[in-house]
């Protein structure tokens, strides 16, 4: 079960990702050009995925002791202390002989969400997952109770300004997600061995590995009704199917797939396109822009116990 709250670590911890990868860089350093020690490990705990109390148990440092880094109130840290707190985080510690300045190697991941703060100032935990409260449906605590269907006058309790996930397996999740919207690609294939009229796009990963495809093909509408109508295009796209692996339904890759297939049918002087479609197919159709056609059927079948008509 998912969990949120807007509550906030007893020290100053609260932080948050909204819609901004683990991998990327972001700028550590202050106006004077020196490194923000407490933005740099905030940045190193959310990419472990550590909360202030897990990284301080791993570097053997109090927690009282980070918490004072983080917030900017210990002025001058130990360079041992934070060295031990950056390796513990999975960071390492580069000596520039040209700069007095110490930084971690390597990219640090971004805090989307380091300048939120709660009713009392602090900031989200930074390891987790942070999302502004416009409205019930933001909030999961409202989800369980279904009052978000209520008018706001009617709100048994107060809105928070943010909530995140505790759970860590829906927190993983979520992130998976966020990188696979963000890296998959889709592509048109154009290969030897398929004919002009026929067309195939792809959805894969950086790896290689392919997740969604579609299939469609061209016909013309005048031929397959023996003649020709006022207004009937000369060509139109039959869409024959959608495919989507299974772990990667409902992030988007399906409605990717139809939106590049129209796309490149319009440039090609396509403009009408014709599918069959059922159940979640109709749903993606009609989000692309289909429109249901009354006159035409929509799904038919023919089991193998029925009955021939005679």
Request: glycine share 8%.
């Amino acid at each position: 079960m998912t969990e949120a709250t807007h509550a906030t670590e007893s020290t100053d911890a609260t932080e948050s990702t909204d819609g901004h990868e683990a991998g990327d860089a972001t700028d550590l350093t202050t106006g004077g050009g020196e490194v923000d020690l407490g933005r740099m490990l905030r940045a190193l705990r959310r990419r472990a995925d550590l909360s202030q109390r897990e990284l301080a148990e791993k570097a053997g440092v109090p927690q009282a002791t980070l918490a004072r880094i983080e917030s900017g109130r210990a002025a001058n840290p130990r360079f041992r202390t934070v060295e031990r707190l950056v390796r513990a985080a999975g960071g390492e510690v580069a000596i520039d002989p040209s700069s007095p300045t110490s930084v971690p190697t390597g990219p640090v991941p971004l805090v989307p969400h380091d300048d939120m703060r709660d009713e009392a100032g602090r900031r989200y935990p930074a390891h987790l997952d942070v999302w502004p409260v416009h409205e019930p449906r933001d909030w999961p605590g409202a989800w369980w109770a279904e009052w978000y269907r209520l008018p706001p006058e009617r709100y048994p309790l107060p809105l928070p300004p943010a909530a995140y996930e505790l759970n860590r397996r829906y927190r993983d999740n979520r992130r998976w997600c966020e990188e696979v919207r963000r890296t998959a690609r889709v592509r048109r294939v154009i290969d030897a061995d398929l004919a002009d009229t026929c067309w195939r796009f792809v959805a894969e990963l950086p790896s290689g590995e392919l997740v969604g495809e579609l299939r469609a093909h061209e016909r013309s509408p005048h031929l397959d009704y023996g003649e020709w109508y006022p207004g009937q295009p000369e060509r139109e796209m039959v869409l024959d199917g959608v495919l989507v692996s299974a772990r990667h339904r409902r992030l988007g890759l399906g409605r990717r797939l139809v939106t590049a297939l129209v796309t490149e049918m319009r440039q090609a002087g396509i403009d009408a396109a014709v599918a069959l479609a059922e159940n979640y197919g109709i749903e993606l159709l009609l989000a692309c822009g289909f429109e249901i056609e009354a006159r035409r059927p929509a799904a038919l079948r023919l089991s193998p116990d029925q009955r021939r008509c005679r």
